[in-house]
C-alpha cells in the first residue's frame, strides 16, 4: 500500500538545473546578510518540537519500544538555518531584489504553467563538512486553511504523505542554489521519477548553480560533504549555533553552550540558498485561496487522518492535545510512512575525490 503511494511523488515537472542564480553583487549582498546576521540555529531547533516530529516529517519507522531522544536525532546532523523573508515580507532590504525577484517568478510560472505567482520563503542553510543529510526527504507543503502560520511541520507533512489532502495542497516550487567551494561531497541527490526511479546527482564544485524543482512532491537530500576526517561534529546540542570565526577570513565555527565544539575553514562552507514560490493556475485559483472559500481546518484534517487510521484497523486513543503529544505523533507517521527510496548513491569520500 505505501508503496503505491511513494509511485505518486514526483514533481510537476521535470527539474532543470540554472547557473548564475544570483548575480556576482547579489551573492556578495547574501553573504554579508549571511555573517551579519549570525549566529544561525540548528535546522532541528527551528521547526521541531520533540524527536517524533523529526521523525513524522522525514518519514522514519520508530521501532517499537523505542523512546527518542535528541541524541540520536542530532548524531552526525549540523546543518543551521536562517530565514531571509517569509511571505511578503523580507527581512533584509538590501535583498528585496533577490527575494522579489521578477527572473524567479517567470521561472515559477512557466514551470507550473501558471498565470500568477508569487514568493512565499527565501533562507539560507549553512554547514559545514557533515555526514549525509539524512534520508531523502520532501520539503514542508501547506495547504488552504493550513499554512506554518497555524500548523506544525509534522502535521503538514503527514497530511502531504496521506495523499488525503491533495484539494487543497498549495502549488509550489522552488529554485535551489547553492555555494560550495569543497570538491567532496557536498551536492544534491534527488528523485524527479519517483522514489523508486533512479536518482540524479548535483554535484560539487558549486557557485550559483540551482535546481528549479518542486520539492514537495520530489524526495531529496544533500550529499555528505567535505573531507571525511572533518564530517563528524561532536558535542552537538540542539542549542548549538554556527556564526563566523571572527579570527578566521570568511571562517565559521559551531558554538555550544558558550564553548567552540568546530572550526569550518571559508573553503569548507556550503551554503545552500532557498528560494520558494507559490503559484496559482489561473484567477479562480487565486481568488479561491485568498477569499478562504475552500480552506481546510485543522479538525477537519485531524477527522479525516483518525478516520484513515480506524479503516486500516489500527487502534488508538485519542490524546487532549494531539497536536503535540508524542505518542499520537509516532502513530500516525508510522500510519503515514511513506517508503522512500533506497538507492541512495554512495558517499563521495577523499580517496574517491583525489
Ligand atoms: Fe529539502
Redesign the pocket.
Known amino acids: 500500500m505505501t508503496t503505491d503511494i511513494a509511485e505518486q511523488f514526483r514533481p510537476v515537472a521535470p527539474p532543470y538545473v540554472i547557473e548564475d542564480a544570483y548575480t556576482e553583487d547579489q551573492r556578495q549582498r547574501i553573504f554579508k546578510v549571511v555573517r551579519e546576521n549570525a549566529p544561525w540555529p540548528l535546522i532541528l531547533a527551528e521547526n521541531f518540537k520533540s524527536p517524533e516530529e523529526v521523525i513524522a516529517t522525514t518519514g522514519g519507522i520508530i521501532p517499537e519500544g523505542v523512546t527518542l531522544t535528541w541524541d540520536m536525532i542530532l548524531q552526525g546532523n549540523g546543518t543551521f538555518r536562517g530565514y531571509i523573508a517569509r511571505q511578503g515580507v523580507c527581512f533584509y532590504p538590501e535583498l528585496n531584489d533577490c527575494y522579489y525577484n521578477s527572473r524567479f517568478l517567470e521561472i515559477a510560472r512557466n514551470y507550473w504553467g501558471a498565470q500568477y505567482a508569487e514568493p512565499e520563503t527565501f533562507l539560507i542553510n549553512i554547514q559545514g563538512p557533515t555526514p549525509i543529510g539524512g534520508p531523502p526527504?520532501?520539503?514542508g507543503v501547506v495547504f488552504r486553511g493550513m499554512t506554518m502560520e497555524n500548523t506544525p511541520l509534522w502535521l503538514l507533512l503527514t497530511m502531504a504523505k496521506s495523499r488525503m489532502f491533495d484539494h487543497w495542497r498549495s502549488k509550489k516550487m522552488q529554485v535551489?542554489g547553492w555555494y560550495y567551494k569543497g570538491n567532496i561531497g557536498g551536492g544534491f541527490n534527488y528523485w524527479p521519477d519517483g522514489p523508486r526511479g533512479e536518482p540524479k546527482q548535483i554535484t560539487s564544485p558549486m557557485w550559483g548553480r540551482a535546481v528549479v524543482a518542486e520539492?514537495e512532491m520530489m524526495f531529496?537530500?544533500a550529499q555528505a560533504t567535505g573531507p571525511v576526517a572533518m564530517r563528524r561534529v561532536s558535542g552537538l546540542d540542539i542549542s548549538s549555533v554556527m556564526a563566523p570565526d571572527p579570527a578566521v577570513e570568511g571562517g565559521w565555527r559551531i558554538e555550544t553552550n558558550g564553548t567552540i565544539t568546530k572550526q569550518i575553514p571559508a573553503n569548507e562552507m556550503r551554503l545552500l540558498v532557498?528560494w520558494g514560490a507559490r503559484v496559482f493556475m489561473d484567477m479562480a485559483d487565486l481568488k479561491r485561496t485568498f477569499d478562504h472559500s475552500d480552506d481546510i481546518t485543522q479538525d477537519q484534517a485531524l477527522n479525516m487522518l483518525t478516520d484513515e487510521v480506524r479503516r486500516r484497523g489500527v487502534t488508538f486513543e485519542m490524546p487532549t492535545d494531539p497536536l503535540t503529544d508524542r505518542k499520537f505523533i509516532g502513530m500516525l507517521s508510522q500510519v503515514f510512512a511513506v517508503n522512500g527510496p533506497a538507492n541512495i548513491p554512495a558517499d563521495v569520500d577523499d580517496v574517491v575525490a583525489a
Open positions: 526527504h520532501l520539503d535551489t520539492n531529496h537530500h532557498h
